[in-house]
């Protein structure tokens, strides 16, 4: 496609729920990242795939947190038991070479009530 | 731990004022400094990189940045902006040169720049 996409662009969902989120990057690009974006602060980087594998999953905050990339483009990133701090935007990027430009999605908007 | 400090929150000029907004950055290595920029309404986007060479830097829309290794800054200027660039500023950096491993990048908290017409 001619940039990311990232669906759903909102998602409200309950405390304890869980939810998907999807990515779908430039074709072609090996390297996806996931990103995560409070109100008033930069992007908190998650995960970064490296065709179907991930290469560094440092940035999941726990073990309620999981992304996948099975054929080496779309992802999910998944998150159960899902907490009012969990709200915020997610951010999904990808790019040619890893490490250099990243091309950003317009994001999904989580929140939890 | 990789960080990137943006001291300046909230930053409004009128058009045709000369702007620097200030990053600095913690990193033991080798480093590639990007800025990225969001436009109201419009996703992240990057508005220069380096990676290595020339530490002066020059981007899209008029925008160039400067990178002082001795300061560990990586300052964004433009001579005259407008309103047109009116958006939240990003600096960011990652590990750069053959440090397989550090693609991931760190973030600024961002600056956003309002500009009065």
């Known amino acids: 496609g001619a940039g990311v996409s990232q669906t759903p662009s909102n998602k409200v969902t309950e405390k304890g729920k869980y939810v998907e989120l999807r990515c779908d990057p430039i074709s072609g690009h090996t390297a996806l990242y996931w990103y995560r974006q409070s109100l008033g602060q930069g992007p908190e980087f998650l995960i970064y795939?490296?065709?179907?594998?991930?290469?560094?999953d440092s940035g999941l905050p726990n073990d309620r947190f999981f992304a996948v990339r099975p054929e080496g483009s779309v992802s999910t990133l998944k998150i159960q038991r899902t907490e009012r701090g969990d709200s915020a935007m997610y951010l999904c990027?990808?790019?040619?070479?890893?490490?250099?430009?990243?091309?950003f999605g317009s994001g999904t908007q989580l929140s939890v009530l | 731990a990789q960080s990137v400090s943006q001291h300046n929150h909230h930053v409004i000029l009128s058009e045709a004022a000369s702007l620097e907004l200030g990053c600095n950055y913690s990193y033991g290595g080798t480093v590639n400094l990007f800025w990225y920029v969001q436009y109201p309404g419009q996703h992240l986007q990057l508005l220069l990189k380096?990676?290595?060479?020339?530490?002066l830097v020059k981007g899209i829309k008029g925008f160039e940045a400067e990178f002082i290794k001795s300061k560990f800054s990586f300052n964004l200027r433009k001579p005259s902006v407008q309103w047109s660039d009116t958006a939240e500023y990003f600096c960011?950096?990652?590990?750069?040169?053959?440090?397989?491993?550090?693609?991931?990048?760190?973030f600024g908290t961002g600056t956003r720049l309002t500009i009065i017409p």
């Open positions: 960011a950096v990652n590990g750069g040169g053959t440090n397989f491993g550090n693609e991931k990048l760190t």
């Open positions: 990027a990808s790019s040619a070479t890893p490490g250099e430009k990243l091309f």
């Open positions: 380096y990676f290595s060479g020339d530490p």
């Open positions: 795939f490296q065709g179907t594998g991930a290469a560094d």
